[in-house]
Every structure is written in C-alpha cells, then in structure tokens.
C-alpha cells in the first residue's frame, strides 16, 4: 500500500507556457500532500504544503502565484508551472501523508523548459 | 527552524564494507525517516523510528535513534553495488507541524564491484 503516481513523468516546454503536475495517492486518502523541488545530487527543498479543500501553504522564497497548487480530492494534487522560464527547469516531486509523519514519495516529474 | 545534518556527503567504497551515515541535530524529532532514492526517480521509504532509543534491522541495513530522538543512524553491513543511491534522513517535528518533514543534506553511496 501507499502508492503515490505523478503525471506526466517528463515534460519539455518553451518559455512562457505553463505546465501542469498532477500526484495522486492511488490506494488511501492523503490527509496532506506536499510538493518539493530537487536539484542534482542535493536532498529535497519543500515548495508547498497543501491540504484537501483549503489554500496550500508555501515555503519562504516560493512565488505562489508562479506555482499554483490546487489540492481538489483526498488523493489528488496538482502543480502548475505558470510562464515557465529555463531556470524552472527541476525535478519536481509530490509527497503524499495520511495523518502520520510519513510521507510517501511519488516518482517525481522532469521539467525542462526551453 | 529545524536542522538536520547529515554526514558523510560522498562515500565511494568497495563491496563487502561496512559504513554509517549519521543524523544529527540541536532539536527532538517525534520521528525520523530514512529513504533512499535513485537518480530519475522519487525517495523510497526504508525505515520509520519513533520510540527513543529505538533500533531497526531491514536485512543488511540498521537504524537507531537517538536516545534523544536528537539524531540517527544508518548502518550498512557487507556493502553491495546495488546499496548504491542517495540516502536521506527527514525528520517530523510533531505537533502542529503537519507533518512537514526536515530532511538532512543527503549522503550518495557509491558501492563498487
């Protein structure tokens, strides 16, 4: 059990689109799901934590209303990139919690902005 | 804000030895997590301790916590090439943190043949 899925896995944009992630906790409810950003060879920097139903909260430094979190279903939350530049470029990866401190990884997604 | 130092950040070694990557931090955690993740996909949770003091064996690979529940460690015994991969320590602050984890720096193992 607790298996998180992100969609798409890559993607490849030009400069100026917006980019959508979806993670899905695909076999329990996810009471809070948050989103983190990695970059090579470094540990994971958290972006956003969101729960179901209510305004996610943002970490210190990350434009909201460059990354948009939408948090509509227990076991469904998307990401989306908006007026992606080059230096959005990341591995971008969802995390998904059921009232418990552990959190389940999804596979994560590579964005690479043209 | 929490912090979480782990160490070594680079460990290169040969098949067959043992090694111990370390958790450490000024504040309590009520849990701390051990992952493990390979390049291209997400972090795989290995172990979850809780309980001060508390020691967990998966196979090869044991986990303490602090008496504290301060710091951690993981210990690899007979070392393989497929241990290889970046390990990361989080911990969870409790209370009305909502569950956000404080992860460590990362440490990359490269075990080789």
């Known amino acids: 059990g607790a298996v998180v899925s992100q969609h798409p896995s890559r993607v490849i944009c030009k400069s100026g689109t917006s980019v959508k992630i979806e993670c899905r906790s695909l076999?329990?409810?996810?009471?809070?799901m948050f989103w983190y950003r990695q970059f090579p060879k470094q540990s994971l920097m958290l972006m956003a934590t969101s729960n179901e139903g209510s305004k996610a909260t943002y970490e210190q430094g990350v434009e909201k209303d460059k990354f948009l979190i939408n948090h509509a279903s227990l076991t469904l939350s998307t990401l989306t990139v908006t007026s992606a530049h080059p230096e959005d470029s990341s591995f971008y990866i969802c995390s998904a919690s059921r009232a418990t401190d552990t959190q389940y990884f999804g596979p994560g997604t590579r964005l690479t902005v043209l | 804000t929490q912090l979480l130092e782990q160490s070594p950040q680079f460990l290169s070694i040969q098949e067959g030895e043992n090694l111990t990557v370390y958790c450490n931090s000024s504040s309590v955690f009520s849990s701390l997590q051990w992952y493990r993740q390979e390049p291209g996909e997400g972090p795989v949770l290995l172990v979850t301790?809780?309980?001060?003091?508390e020691v967990k064996k998966l196979k090869r690979l044991t986990f303490q916590f602090g008496d504290a529940r301060k710091d951690s460690s993981l210990h690899i015994t007979a070392a393989q090439p497929g241990d290889t991969g970046l390990y990361l320590c989080a911990g969870a602050a409790g209370g009305t943190s909502y569950g956000k984890l404080t992860f460590g720096q990362g440490t990359i193992l490269t075990v080789h043949p």
């Open positions: 301790v809780v309980t001060g003091g």
């Open positions: 076999d329990f409810q996810a009471t809070t």
